[in-house]
């Protein structure tokens, strides 16, 4: 099985009941998998007539109760920009698949590449929090896709599998979960009478239960700064309120929904902290420098965005190099270098050719660190 | 003064005043849109009114509905996927003539050809109007806008021969003036299994009238009644004659199947049935 066909059995399994999209290689799998696969569940595929539509269609399918996702890879993600920031403002959960490849622009069209990271945490306008997940294996991309939607649904939030080419095509065999056997979240319905609904209402652990269209609870959901009833506001405290609250929801609950995979971490002093397709690279290299007696760990980070900064606050007082494998010029180095303020060295490796990071390579700079 | 039917269906919070200047024409429409509802006796909880950005897009949230006021230009596509997610719903676009024809053109074309079921009622007001008076897709040649001090040198689209040539099964027009049959197409269109557009022609004192020298709101509502033809009389009419005037009344009612309805039968194929 490969990775995209993964992805596509995670979002039935975690409850998927709408998907939209516009054909992207190397995403473009998922969306025809899921166009077999949908139907047979009672679901609905749509082929819309780009991405901005395929984002804008799925927001309006979640607000009508169905799970949603989309897929899409650089050039397509980037049209979605729009519809990312109205669900983040909104509170409406969605779950966006970006397959990256690489290059800017249209790139590289079949080849993998790491280049969206920032652009996943700030590339809609304006202050928002967003949660991102990052495969690295066949396995993790359905549990990491099950577990996109239930954090999609847990905080009414958009969230992005950011993966690539590489674990979307890889093709591994694996026994996946059994129904029963992964846990799956629905979003909470209000039980209030409808005219005490507050749809907005951050009294409750941030995040309010959400009514879908057409279930008897008429409510107002704008892109504009919105009061705790979803009408726009300009007051300060109430959009105060807007901005923050959205925000808070996924700061105050960082334990929930940061999820790293820590390997030979116990005595490392260095550690290589890494991504989707560079993990692979990176375990096979460390489990090979641990052969040599080297002290090597690594941070595999399953969830990207919120960024861990505490857990590498605390790890980094035991670590005297950190190592920092990326597909692109250095996005996530930062995020690593900001957290461990000066704490211990920050070195990457870097590559911008269409072609992975290859363990051998992550060796050397193991080498070139120790001497 | 506002009417004891249209209370019913605005929202009893604190929504008002509105935001439209006086003598616009969009309060005309909502009007219009309301007694339409009304006399269908359609339940409130399964009328879903979204809207994209504009003067126009801010009706919805002072109506008692469930109500969308999405980015701008993509209504349709956030109705698209709501309508496939619950195919029960009445689903009401209201959108500018910008909304609509620039920034949205393209979910506008695909909605029609895909003929997925709800109203689009676009308000043609020659103008951007939330934005200041620039041109929009819908300025007639020569006209006067913000960004076309100098006259308009680009050709208006035509929103019910686009709404017809990219498959709408119900297209009409009215006016503000005319706004008796804009409850009419309303309440015919409601009822129309597929995508209908009704076009409404609307005054923008604020911009489009002060920048095109009309005097006043009175001035812009003779201009659309001495100019509006109804369609049966302009059958009679020259091309000559009909210079500089737009018909108004039902122009374009078929009948094709539904997208919504296409697709329960797929699904049902999926799953191995009929
Ligand atoms: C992506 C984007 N571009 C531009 C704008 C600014 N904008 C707001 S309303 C509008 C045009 C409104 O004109 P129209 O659709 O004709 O509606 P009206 O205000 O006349 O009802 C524009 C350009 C925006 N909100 N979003
Ligand atoms: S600017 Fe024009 S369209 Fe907007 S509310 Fe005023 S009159 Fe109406």
Redesign the pocket.
């Known amino acids: 099985m490969s990775g995209a066909e993964a992805i596509a059995s995670g979002a039935i399994a975690a409850g998927l009941r709408f998907f939209a999209g516009y054909p992207i290689t190397p995403s473009t799998e998922i969306a025809e998998i899921l166009s077999i696969k949908l139907p047979k569940v009672g679901g609905s595929f749509i082929q819309m007539e780009d991405e901005i539509a395929s984002i804008s269609a799925i927001i309006g399918a979640s607000i009508g109760g169905a799970k949603s996702m989309t897929a899409t890879s650089g050039p397509g993600f980037s049209l979605m920009m729009e519809g990312l920031g109205f669900a983040c403002m909104a509170e409406i959960p969605i779950v966006v698949a970006n397959v990256q490849r690489g290059g800017p622009s249209t790139g590289l069209p079949t080849k993998v590449g790491q280049g969206d990271v920032l652009q996943t945490r700030w590339g809609t306008h304006g202050d928002h929090a967003i949660i991102a997940l990052s495969p690295s294996s066949v396995y993790e991309c359905f549990t990491i896709t099950v577990r996109a939607f239930n954090l999609a649904e847990r905080y009414r939030v958009p969230v992005i599998i950011l993966t690539d080419e590489s674990v979307a095509h890889m093709r591994e065999t694996v026994v996946l979960p059994q129904e029963g056997e992964y846990e799956v979240i629905d979003r909470e319905l209000p039980t209030v009478p409808p005219e005490w609904y507050l749809p907005y209402d951050r009294a409750h652990g941030g995040v309010a239960p959400m009514a879908s269209f057409g279930s008897g609870y008429r409510y107002h959901i704008t892109g504009l700064t919105h009061d705790a009833h979803g009408f726009p506001t300009s007051v300060s405290e109430e959009v105060d309120d807007c901005i923050r609250g959205q925000i808070e929801k996924i700061i105050f609950n960082l334990d929930d929904i940061v999820e790293v995979e820590q390997l030979y971490m116990d005595d490392a002093e260095i550690m290589v902290v890494c991504y989707g397709i560079t993990a692979r690279a990176a375990k096979e290299a460390v489990e090979i420098a641990r052969s040599k007696g080297i002290a090597v760990g690594i941070l595999n980070l399953l969830t990207i965005w919120p960024f861990p900064v505490q857990l590498l606050q605390t790890i980094t007082e035991q670590i005297r190099v950190a190592i920092v494998p990326e597909i692109n010029m250095g996005q996530i180095i930062r995020e690593v270098k900001s957290s461990v303020e000066g704490r211990c060295k920050v070195v990457g490796i870097n590559r911008v050719d269409g072609d992975n990071i290859y363990p051998h390579q992550i060796l050397e700079k193991i080498s070139e660190v120790l001497s | 003064m506002i009417s004891e039917k249209m209370r019913k269906y605005l929202r009893p919070t604190k929504k008002f005043p509105h935001v439209w200047c006086p003598g616009c024409g969009i309060g005309t429409i909502m009007g219009a849109i309301v007694r339409a509802i009304d006399k269908l006796k359609l339940d409130a909880d399964k009328i879903v009114m979204v809207s994209g950005?504009?003067?126009?897009s801010r009706m919805p949230v002072y109506l008692d509905f469930n109500t969308l006021h999405t980015?701008?230009g993509r209504a349709l596509a956030f109705s698209t996927g709501l309508k496939l997610a619950r195919p029960e719903l009445h689903i009401i676009v209201v959108t500018?003539?910008?909304?609509a024809c620039a920034?949205g053109g393209n979910h506008f074309i695909h909605s029609a050809r895909r003929n997925i079921e709800m109203t689009m009622i676009v308000?043609n007001?020659s103008?951007?109007?939330?934005?200041g008076g620039q041109v929009?897709p819908t300025t007639p040649y020569q006209a006067y806008g913000t960004t076309a001090k100098l006259g308009n040198i680009e050709r208006p689209f035509d929103i019910c021969d686009l709404a017809i040539a990219a498959g709408a099964i119900y297209v009409g027009r009215a006016t503000c003036y005319h706004s008796t049959l804009m409850e009419k197409l309303v309440y015919d269109a409601l009822q129309k299994d597929g995508f209908s557009v009704i076009e409404a022609i609307a005054q923008?004192p604020t911009f489009f009238g002060r920048l095109n020298d009309f005097k006043n709101v009175v001035e812009m509502v003779n201009w659309q009644k001495a100019n509006a033809v109804p369609v049966k009389k302009a059958e009679k009419m020259s091309s000559e004659e009909l210079e500089g005037k737009f018909t108004i009344g039902l122009l374009h009612d078929v009948d094709f199947p539904e997208y919504t309805n296409l697709y329960r039968k797929l699904m049902k194929r999926a799953q191995g049935g009929g």
């Open positions: 950005i504009g003067c126009t980015t701008h500018g003539d910008g909304d920034i308000v007001n103008i951007y109007g939330m934005t929009s923008c």
